[in-house]
């Protein structure tokens, strides 16, 4: 693959966390169940607002005393799941034994270390998805690697932390959270900035998500598992970006990234060479645009201001492309609407939107700006439109030196937009209300390590010889427990091979789901019953897909009672001989032809009768036979 850049002369640093949600029955810190709720199903809200504390050193936490200027209201959905300690009115209780264990296993597997003593610590988190307005995390080992094609990657920590509460909807100044997800068991994977490009970074999170899954333990599906990369080049800043929801999407968002610093660093050296230079004081230029036309400006002054800001020397710089599609007033844009404002208007895109060439020599004119000047403009409410501009005066001041450290949230496309700043090292402090845990050695010893999936994958081609692609299917699906399980059930059977389970599982399953069967509806009980009857002789292989169609259409009943209501039970051999005789008596002069080669087009006909409800093999020698005594005659 071409590269877009040299990233080893740039000094691509790069490292990942990975944030996985582990399948267990109860929450991190108390004993609600771990299951996703309808949003429908809440019977109770509340709300709150975030206020910065200071810490035990008397220091406030920037990023949380930035995120409580919004005075944002959250709204919290809980449901008849919900206790006590997910509303924060009560402590939280010990923390979950199988949670630890599964974390464990993890750490054996990245080949780290546990630490002796497990303190949980205080996280502070600024976006409300928590209820007590922290999050609850514990460092738990350290000191790991994996091996990638381009070199060793370091695993530097392992934490086991609580879920956030789940996002449903971001209004103006409210954000609405449900309390379902909130408490999850999660564990939080740190890589060392042992990462230098794009494809590495996918591959390490590739390898993490393998070795995670290898335990069985974790959650699967949309949301339960994101990586936040941490990316910074020579003369550039560590900027974190968090929300990476898929592996397709970690290269690009490396490579925008890396295109965003670079372009970033080019119009500091170019602003800086023009002398550029950032007016701090906003001017209020709503008289400007008394009798505007801009539809959009008409509407904010009827209960607001119009606010501007000089940024001398810019001009021709805000629509600078700094990532694909997105330009340097796009960040300003990003920091303006952090105060609740729709966006920005700026001089190097006007005339525009309704502002007329007139009114924009009449701004420059108020505001003192020449031609190598650019102004922006923010239309909103006067407490809102000040805030904003105060931003985007900031960004600006940020931008004459560079990379501002951040942290940003990954787009779609793979582009990145501006989240927060940073958080510093006053936003952890220690839980006071869990006590500690002993990690001894001989508690990490007794830990089980589990099989890896690359190594199962080997294995079922050779056990159960599967061929590679049946084998990756069954080993990345999450029928694999299934799978396993009835193998070992039915491993001496010759009615039932890998083959047959792996192909039901991982092929005849998913497409009766596309076609809208709703699959979900047979438990395991009635999958081990259908391979009972298949293995017992009772059903043939054939009457697979109508049986599971029937199951999942009356749930309530047996696999048994479904091949008997579908007829698929109690085919005497004797009914099929002589349906086979009849056959051969109408075709005479064709078996007289073909000899015994007449059985491959003559068991379509017999299966058209039987299928589903005899082996194939069965009709399969049955013809033969018939046929061999008809010739013999």
Do not use: W
């Amino acid at each position: 693959m071409n590269e877009k850049f040299d990233y080893k002369k740039i000094g691509l640093k790069c490292g990942l966390e990975i944030h996985q949600q582990l399948d267990t029955k109860e929450k991190l810190f108390c004993r609600c169940p771990t299951t996703l709720r309808d949003i429908e199903e809440s019977n109770l809200e509340f709300f709150r607002y975030i206020r910065p504390a200071a810490s035990e050193m008397g220091e406030t936490d920037f990023a949380a005393l930035e995120q409580s200027k919004l005075n944002r209201k959250y709204i919290y959905k809980a449901y008849d799941s919900t206790c006590l300690v997910e509303y924060d009115e009560e402590p939280p209780n010990e923390i979950d034994k199988e949670s630890l264990n599964t974390s464990l296993a993890i750490a054996k597997l990245l080949n780290m270390q546990p630490v002796d003593q497990m303190h949980v610590m205080r996280k502070i988190v600024v976006d409300g998805s928590n209820t007590t307005g922290f999050q609850r995390t514990a460092l738990l080992a350290s000191g790991g690697f994996l091996e990638t094609s381009n070199g060793y990657v370091g695993m530097d920590t392992l934490c086991l932390e609580e879920e956030s509460a789940r996002i449903i909807e971001q209004k103006t100044d409210s954000t609405v959270y449900s309390l379902d997800r909130l408490g999850i068991p999660l564990v939080e994977i740190a890589t060392a900035p042992d990462i230098h490009t794009p494809q590495q970074a996918r591959e390490t999170a590739q390898l993490i998500g393998m070795h995670l899954r290898s335990t069985g333990k974790v959650k699967r599906g949309l949301g339960t598992i994101r990586q936040d990369v941490n990316i910074s080049i020579t003369n550039g800043e560590r900027i974190e970006i968090k929300g990476v929801q898929s592996l397709d999407q970690i290269e690009s968002i490396v490579e925008n990234e890396v295109e965003r610093q670079i372009n970033l660093i080019k119009i500091r050296e170019e602003l800086q060479q023009k002398n550029a230079s950032v007016i701090e004081k906003p001017f209020d230029v709503s008289d400007v645009f008394a009798n505007t036309q801009s539809k959009i400006i008409k509407n904010s002054l009827k209960k607001g201001k119009v606010i501007a800001g000089v940024l001398s020397g810019f001009a021709g710089f805000i629509g600078k492309e700094v990532q694909p599609g997105r330009r340097l007033g796009t960040e300003f844009s990003d920091l303006a609407k952090t105060s609740g404002v729709g966006g920005i208007f700026h001089t190097d895109e006007l005339p525009n939107y309704g502002i007329t060439e007139d009114e924009l020599e009449s701004l420059c004119e108020y505001v003192g700006a020449g031609e190598n000047d650019a102004v922006v403009l923010v239309a909103d409410n006067e407490k809102r439109a000040y805030s904003a501009m105060e931003s985007v005066i900031q960004r600006a001041k940020e931008t004459l030196y560079g990379v501002p450290e951040e942290t940003r949230k990954a787009l779609p496309e793979g582009n990145t937009s501006y989240m927060r700043p940073l958080p510093g090292a006053a936003r952890m402090y220690p839980e006071t209300d869990v006590p500690q845990v002993e990690i001894s050695r001989e508690y990490f010893d007794s830990i089980e390590m589990p099989e890896l999936l690359s190594e199962k994958i080997k294995r079922f081609r050779e056990e159960f010889e599967l061929n590679q692609e049946l084998a990756e299917k069954v080993v990345q699906s999450k029928e694999l427990p299934l799978f396993e399980d009835i193998i070992q059930t039915f491993k001496n059977n010759p009615n039932i091979n890998a083959t047959l389970l792996a192909r039901t599982l991982t092929g005849t399953v998913p497409e009766l789901r596309r076609d809208g069967i709703d699959v979900d509806n047979i438990t395991d009980d009635q999958f081990f019953q259908l391979f009972d009857l298949v293995g017992s002789g009772k059903v043939a292989k054939e009457g697979i897909e109508k049986i599971l169609r029937k199951l999942a259409d009356s749930p309530s009943i047996s696999a048994e009672d479904a091949a008997s209501e579908l007829g698929l039970t109690d085919i005497d051999s004797s009914e099929i001989e002589n349906f086979v005789e009849k056959v051969i008596k109408n075709r005479q002069d064709f078996v007289k032809d073909k000899g015994v080669d007449a059985v491959g087009p003559l068991m379509g006909v017999v299966m058209g009768e039987y299928r589903g409800k005899a082996d194939g093999k069965q009709v399969s020698s049955i013809l033969k036979q018939k046929i061999e005594e008809y010739m013999n005659q």
